[in-house]
């Protein structure tokens, strides 16, 4: 853009009136604030559970494929060669 457009478009905008707020405005920013505070009170255990419902959702959703994928990509039983793994980790065959 060259410098003359970008003049006339800030004389364009200085120009213009300002966009004037909707007359019940301070009605409704001091409704907003009132619903605010009333959210600062406790929540009940349902409240906050379907809160965190897609969370908890999305995360087993990540551990089902997670395990599924070593599942398939491993052939064999996930306990057990995780169980092994385990046994190798926290038992060397030096430390007896």
Do not use: C
Request: no cysteine; net charge negative; glycine share 2%.
């Amino acid at each position: 853009m060259n410098e003359r457009k970008q003049k006339q478009l800030l004389d364009a905008v200085r120009a213009a009136a300002p966009p004037q707020p909707p007359p019940n405005f301070s009605a409704s920013v001091l409704r907003a604030v009132a619903r605010d505070e009333r959210h600062d009170e406790a929540l009940s255990l349902f409240d906050q559970l379907s809160g965190w419902f897609p969370r908890l959702a999305t995360a087993a959703l990540v551990v089902m494929a997670v395990a599924l994928a070593f599942n398939l990509y491993f052939d064999g039983d996930l306990i057990l060669q995780l169980a092994e793994v385990s046994d190798q980790w926290l038992l060397p065959v030096d430390w007896l």
